[in-house]
């Protein structure tokens, strides 16, 4: 149901959280969803899971805490990025 193979960590502004790709199917079913955070924040201990997929049209879409999925979506091209490989 839910493999994740790669997480984000982003600081910047004042944030600092996880993003985890995920199916798209994934973030429209919020059962699903609050499993892959659950899932995630094992990795990602103590910081908000932000889990993105890649919506129908081509734009990246979030599931996660209201202000940094609004911000995300401000601001698509300036967030830094550090990949790391999830066991």
């Known amino acids: 149901m839910f493999n994740m193979t790669d997480g984000v960590i982003v600081k910047e502004d004042g944030f600092k959280f996880a ?6 199917q994934i973030i429209k079913n919020k059962h699903q969803a609050e499993k892959a ?6 990795e990602f201990p103590g910081m908000p899971i ?12 979030y ?16 967030s830094p990025w550090k990949l790391f490989k999830v066991k």
């Open 19 to 24: 993003i985890v790709p995920v199916k798209y």
């Open 63 to 78: 599931y996660g805490q209201e202000d940094i999925v609004n911000y995300l979506n401000n601001n698509p091209t300036r």
């Open 37 to 42: 955070q659950e899932k995630s924040s094992l």
């Open 50 to 61: 932000i889990l993105m997929a890649m919506g129908i049209n081509g734009v990246p879409e």
